[in-house]
């Protein structure tokens, strides 16, 4: 197979720039893989909250923390950046990753409300709200409120009876529905401070 003229130039624009060539990462010597193709350093959901803890207060790292999130940088990125910074380094792998996104975003929030800190989730969440007009809020609503009306007609008119089994069916229909225990309770006039008239 003959190798192009457009693809030899690439690959050697590629080895001048130092880039990796597509495909390399493949042919690395099975002795030499990278940080996250190794076994992970940190398994245990506890233990690697405590490590992820502890580097968040190391002072270089928190003090860029708070600053970047007075800065309007959403808790979720630098809990994303935390994470997979680590995950690059071999200290978890993806699946423990996901799993540490919920409690990494609560330490940085505890951290930005001890110094003191506005922040945000979500750095698109300080994004002003438009202002609706009464007349266009009603209309949204309603037309909310009308393709919400479609839906529950289309979902109704899927139902089969057939998907549910016959000896069931017949269970539903010998069961008796006992009166409500709400009804049972008799109206008595309330001895409470709020019920009471001076």
């Known amino acids: ?16 720039q130092g880039r990796a060539i597509p ?24 233990e690697t909250m405590m490590y992820i803890f502890e580097q968040l207060t190391e002072p270089e790292t928190v003090t860029n923390m708070l600053l970047s999130l007075s800065n309007g940088v959403g808790v979720i990125d630098v809990a994303s950046s935390v994470l997979y910074s680590g995950f690059l380094e071999g200290k978890w792998n ?7 996104m919920e409690p990494t975003m609560f330490m940085i929030m505890a951290l930005a409300e001890k110094a003191e800190i506005d922040y ?14 009464p ?6 609503l309603q037309g909310g ?31 008796e529905i006992p009166q409500s225990l709400l009804d049972k309770v ?7 401070l709020l019920a009471r008239e001076e």
Do not use: C, H
């Open 1 to 16: 197979m003959a190798i192009s003229e457009k693809a030899t130039k690439f690959i050697s624009d590629s080895f001048e």
């Open 23 to 46: 495909g390399q990462s493949l042919t690395n010597a099975p002795d030499q893989p990278y940080n996250w193709e190794k076994p992970a350093e940190y398994t245990n959901p506890r």
């Open 94 to 100: 993806p699946d423990l990753m996901t799993l540490m």
């Open 120 to 133: 945000v989730l979500d750095s698109g969440d300080d994004v002003a709200v438009k202002e609706m007009s």
């Open 135 to 140: 007349e266009k809020q009603l209309e949204t």
């Open 145 to 175: 409120i009308n393709e919400l009306d479609n839906i529950r007609k289309q979902a109704a008119n899927r139902v089969s009876p057939q998907s549910v089994p016959v000896e069931i069916r017949e269970v539903i229909e010998e069961t």
């Open 186 to 192: 008799k109206k008595e006039k309330s001895n409470s």
